[in-house]
């Protein structure tokens, strides 16, 4: 995913969970906040809880590639931040996909 869909910054991380609203199901979490941009940021939080290096990095590879599939497809203009809960880290990119799509759908994200 280019450098400019990423949200980077530490501050813009607690930001859009502080300030923003958010969505949850039983893979991951997903908040969100209105930018000033006109196009989306999203930032990927995995927890070392979640296991080790290894399984959080597939992680993050597995919900980045599910955002970068559906990025036509999402409203322009905000900062969304999905973090992964414990079930992600057995779960398939296809129960991925379709959870993010999920939380999109509720959050009344998708186009």
Excluded: C, W
């Excluded at 955002?67 to 990119?93: C, E, H, N, W, Y």
């Amino acid at each position: 995913m280019k450098r400019k869909y990423r949200l980077r910054r530490s501050s813009d991380f607690h930001r859009v969970r502080q300030v923003g609203k958010s969505n949850a199901s039983s893979l991951m979490v997903l908040a969100f906040l209105q930018n000033e941009l006109e196009h989306s940021r999203f930032g990927f939080v995995v927890s070392k809880r979640l296991g080790n290096a290894v399984q959080r990095n597939k992680i993050k590879r597995r919900m980045r590639e599910a955002v970068r599939l559906r990025l036509s497809q999402i409203k322009p203009g905000f900062d969304m931040v999905i973090i992964a809960r414990k079930p992600a880290s057995s779960a398939t990119f296809k129960a991925i996909d379709q959870s993010l799509v999920r939380l999109l759908e509720a959050s009344q994200l998708l186009m």
